[in-house]
């Protein structure tokens, strides 16, 4: 008889639409009950077809639009940036990316972080091994050997000659096999990528996702034509391997910004509405603290300064890199010559150097360069200042970057050539107002002042000179000599130092008084959240939905890193 089914859309989700399943003892409950509940009969069998497709960029597909994949959204779950791994520990690989998707760990448990698939923990099984103790069957189908070898050992494992015969397989299998898991691995998409480039802009490329487009359309017609389909519930998934290599022009350095680890993924189903998941922008986080005022006017000087006078006096043959934040507190001001940090006895003379501000930008001057400048900072927003001192190459030069770019204001030159000369002086390090020189006016904030014992690349400057907390994880961790970020000293009168190689903290003197922060700043790269990179499907999560759709219930004590998603289900007549 037939009725109408309504099948109630989920709950409304907060960030991305997601539900985050954490528990410690608890199995996972199965977010896609509402579907079993709505099975055509008692008898109806739920199954699933996995296409994987090596190299298949999210964006591209969202570009070009392929006929079937677009038409599939009608009705699915879809997102064009999803994440194939939400590190960026290692160049991730279409191999790595597999693992996780076989298994629903990340390369931090599969050991696969490279093309080599022989190294796969099998202390995580493949969800065909999970499968097989579940009581169900599944098939492999790959041009891959080594994929069949040691990710496909549970399954049925068919191995073509490319995805023409990866396909043709396939199809025979879908017509009649009785498997509840169907894998199919395409890498014609990959081939193409290396070879011309992953973009639309690509014909080749294109081509290629168009072929791959037809091929998901084959194989979804073959599953409507079985003869059991009318007693049979399909999900069917497609995703990426890793994504198209692409030069990102967007600073975005969190996974979110690798265009490898950007992937496509689709979950079908004709009784899903359509369901789009956004990627976030980590330009949307804001950079949140406190930093010390720093002000100039008499009886209103504020300034700190270290104890020991000879705490970073650099040989000639060391290089050095100082890099903090700061920030003009009255936007369009203009302080020529106030000297902001220094260690020098006296702002202009003398040996030692130091960093001031002129015309609406900043400026190093030393005893052992001409004076070299960075672009203007007097907006009122908060920036990245960085100088390098570089003696130990083939030409010694002091570089200063703005927000990880070499520009300097009008008429002046951000590098400068250095004399190989000791800038060494008994004066102590000191940040705000130093006596003797420049406009009194200056009122700035100052913050995340950090000094290294190794020159950063420009390529360095960019990726790290915006990162706003250090810790142990930081790449050059062992090379940071001193390091005050300041954000939690807020309403003391120190600056903390927190690497702890005895460089000591920064004692304020002064009416010292404090500024508190909470912006969005493009170069900036504030700490983000691991729940940050769950707000769009992972590679790792698509053995959930394998699972929950095949009713196999997941255990906390598989240690799996995935969750589930809750599709958007349509109204269906029966």
């Known amino acids: 008889m037939n009725k109408y089914i309504k099948i109630i859309k989920n709950t409304l989700w907060g960030i991305g639409g997601m539900l ?52 599939m ?31 629903g760990v990340n390369s931090d448990k599969t050991g696969v972080t490279s093309e080599d698939i022989s190294t796969l923990n099998s202390q995580y099984p493949t969800i065909f091994e999970r499968l097989k103790n579940e009581a169900h069957r599944s098939n492999f189908y790959t041009s891959s050997s080594a994929y069949g070898t040691y990710l496909g050992k549970d399954a049925t494992v068919q191995v073509g000659t490319d995805d023409q015969g990866v396909v043709t397989d396939a199809l025979k299998g879908l017509q009649t096999d009785s498997a509840d898991l169907n894998v199919v691995h395409l890498t014609k998409v990959e081939q193409a990528g290396v070879a011309s480039g992953y973009t639309s802009e690509s014909t080749d490329y294109v081509t ?3 072929n791959a487009d037809k091929q998901i359309k084959q194989l979804v ?76 006017a008499a009886n209103n000087q504020v300034y700190g300064q270290l104890t020991d006078p000879n705490k970073f006096n650099v040989s000639a043959s060391e290089d050095w890199t100082i890099t903090f934040f700061a ?31 002129e015309s609406g930008g900043w400026g190093f001057n030393s005893s052992f360069a001409n004076q070299t400048f960075g672009d203007y900072i007097n907006d009122g927003e908060w920036h990245a200042l960085t100088v390098v001192i570089k003696r130990s190459g083939t030409q010694d030069s002091v570089y200063t970057y703005t927000d990880g770019t070499k520009n300097s204001i009008a008429g002046k030159v ?46 360095e400057v960019k990726r790290y000179g915006g990162v706003t907390h250090i810790d142990e994880s930081f790449p050059f961790w062992t090379s940071l000599q001193g390091y005050w970020p300041g954000y939690g000293d807020v309403n003391t009168s120190k600056l903390t130092e927190k690497r702890g190689k005895g460089a000591g903290d920064i004692a304020l003197k002064g009416p010292v008084s404090w500024t508190s922060f909470n912006e969005l700043v493009p170069f900036f790269q504030p700490p983000i959240e691991g729940s940050f990179f769950r707000q769009v499907p992972n590679a790792v999560d698509v053995p959930f939905m394998v699972y929950q759709w095949l009713g196999v219930t997941v255990e906390s004590a598989w240690n799996l890193d995935g969750k589930s998603w809750s599709p958007a289900y349509a109204q269906i007549r029966k």
């Open 20 to 71: 985050l399943l954490v528990a410690c003892n608890k199995d996972f409950p199965n977010l896609l009950q509402n579907f079993n509940e709505a099975k055509d009969s008692p008898e109806s069998k739920d199954k699933v077809l996995l296409v994987i497709v090596d190299g298949l960029s999210g964006s591209v597909v969202q570009d070009i639009e392929p006929e079937n994949m677009t038409l």
């Open 73 to 103: 959204t009608r009705n699915g779950l879809v997102t064009y940036g999803s994440l194939a791994d939400p590190t960026t520990d290692f160049e991730v690989t279409n191999t790595s990316v597999a693992a996780s998707l076989l298994t």
């Open 208 to 210: 290629a996702v168009q």
């Open 221 to 296: 017609d073959a599953i409507k034509g079985r003869k059991s389909i009318s007693n049979e519930n399909w999900l069917v998934i497609v995703t990426s391997g890793k994504g198209g290599k692409t030069k990102n022009s967007e600073s975005d350095f969190t996974a979110y910004g690798d265009s490898e680890r950007s992937t496509y993924t689709l979950l079908y189903s004709p009784k899903f509405a359509r369901k789009i998941i956004p990627r976030p922008s980590a330009k949307d986080i804001p950079f949140v603290g406190n930093a010390t005022r720093y002000t100039y």
């Open 327 to 357: 920030k003009h507190n009255s936007p369009n001001t203009t302080y020529n010559y106030a000297v902001f940090l220094a260690k020098r006895l006296q702002g202009f003379s003398g040996n030692g150097w130091n960093i001031f501000s």
């Open 414 to 459: 951000s590098q400068n050539v250095v004399a190989n000369s000791n800038f060494d002086n008994t004066s102590p390090l000191r940040i705000g107002y130093s006596p003797g020189d420049g406009n009194t006016g200056c009122d700035l904030s100052l913050c995340n002042l950090q000094i290294y014992n190794r020159a950063f690349t420009h390529d």
